[in-house]
């Protein structure tokens, strides 16, 4: 082998090797969560609802591991997230928030997946599907009542009509009664009891059927709000839900971005898009390789910190498509070089204070990661 070839061998083994930008899921952390909301809905069970590719963080490895932690029954929002999630596991029970919706239908019976039934057009839909030749006469569904939100789920009325008429729901294989509160976080919120009371007037008529209540807010309110099964989402994956009632959560995610370039400021400079900021000397700025498409919200412009060496840093100057510029003054000499990763989330800047200090929530961090970040896994896989 040539000298040269051996130099570009290394070389290229040094930009392989060298870790760029991504976002770790920390499996353990995310079964320790389950754990503790499972602990909190007991007598219940907990299931977990992996909408939106489990909120950004990869439906597959997040369920394969609540799976071995013993959850059995699992939400997404379509019959497409269903029909990825089905593949990857062949047991649990899978509910699709969705229901019914014209065309789904076919989906939802070759992955065994159960609808959560919201209008009266789509039981329709369902009492024909279960009714033909081949049908899902065996295939269950929930039933999703609105009980205060005006969003999904059939309407009291409609809910109290679909029971006064002959054969009631007989015909539909409901094993579950759904509804979702508006205002969990807040439990001086008189709302979070007026639904529960609207819902107790339905499942009165219904009893023996399982119910469903509280997602991860409404899990931490009370034993009130919680139901058969619960559907925690945002606290399985670490993130504050209730700050009337929080609860102790390991962080799953951890978001890391490599200095790109360091800059020793000598003279008063502006810093980014729109110069927003203005730099005195002497000064050292990092350019760090996270910006909006990553997710970074634009909102952190000159308000952001991030974690480089284990110290907090601002955010100065516009967040960028793929950049933040961050003064690291304050750090001593030679504790950051570039290529070294800084921590966007995590441990010492917790997703929770990512979205306030972005004005946003943490849903909207964590579902906005982009997918040019690639999803790491720690911890055991299954
Ligand atoms: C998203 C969602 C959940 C989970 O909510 P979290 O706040 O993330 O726990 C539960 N139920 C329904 C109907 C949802 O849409």
Redesign the pocket.
């Known amino acids: 082998m040539t000298a040269s070839k051996s130099n570009l061998r290394s070389s290229l083994r040094e930009a392989v090797g060298h870790p760029g930008a991504e976002v770790l899921v920390d499996l353990d952390a995310l079964a320790q969560n389950f754990r503790t909301m499972a602990d909190i809905a007991t007598p219940g069970q907990c299931g977990a609802?992996v909408?939106a590719d489990a909120?950004g963080l990869g439906a597959a490895m997040v369920s394969r591991r609540l799976q071995h932690e013993g959850c059995t029954t699992f939400?997404v929002?379509s019959a497409e997230e269903g029909a990825a999630l089905r593949a990857e596991l062949a047991e649990p029970i899978i509910y699709v928030?969705n229901g019914v919706t014209p065309g789904s239908g076919e989906t939802l019976l070759a992955n065994r997946l159960r609808p959560v039934l919201s209008t009266p057009q789509q039981i329709e839909r369902w009492r024909a599907l279960r009714s033909a030749p081949g049908g899902a006469d065996d295939l269950p569904a929930a039933l999703h009542i609105d009980t205060g939100m005006t969003r999904?789920g059939l309407s009291p009325r409609d809910a109290h009509a679909l029971l006064d008429a002959p054969g009631g729901i007989a015909d539909l294989g409901i094993e579950l009664l759904?509804t979702?509160l508006a205002c969990a976080s807040d439990a001086d919120d008189p709302l979070n009891a007026a639904q529960i009371d609207t819902f107790a007037h339905i499942t009165d008529r219904l009893p023996g059927l399982p119910t469903s209540i509280g997602?991860?807010?409404g899990v931490l309110l009370g034993e009130a709000f919680r139901g058969d099964i619960a559907?925690?989402?945002?606290?399985l994956f670490g993130?504050e839900?209730n700050p009337s009632r929080p609860a102790t959560l390991a962080p799953v995610v951890t978001w890391l971005a490599p200095v790109l370039q360091l800059r020793d400021v000598t003279e008063t400079l502006p810093v980014g898009y729109g110069a927003t900021y203005v730099i005195e000397a002497p000064a050292r700025v990092a350019t760090v390789a996270a910006g909006y498409a990553d997710g970074y919200p634009l909102s952190l412009s000159n308000a952001g910190i991030v974690v480089v060496a284990g110290q907090r840093v601002p955010v100065i100057g516009r967040v960028s498509m793929d950049m933040i510029t961050v003064d690291v003054s304050a750090l001593p000499r030679g504790a950051v070089a570039e290529g070294d990763r800084v921590e966007i989330i995590g441990e010492h800047m917790l997703l929770d204070e990512v979205a306030q200090r972005a004005g946003t929530s943490n849903?909207t961090i964590l579902t906005g990661l982009g997918p040019r970040l690639p999803r790491r896994y720690l911890g055991r896989d299954d």
Request: net charge positive.
């Open positions: 609802v909408k909120y939400f929002q928030f999904l759904m979702h997602a991860s807010g559907r925690p989402g945002i606290a993130g839900s849903y």
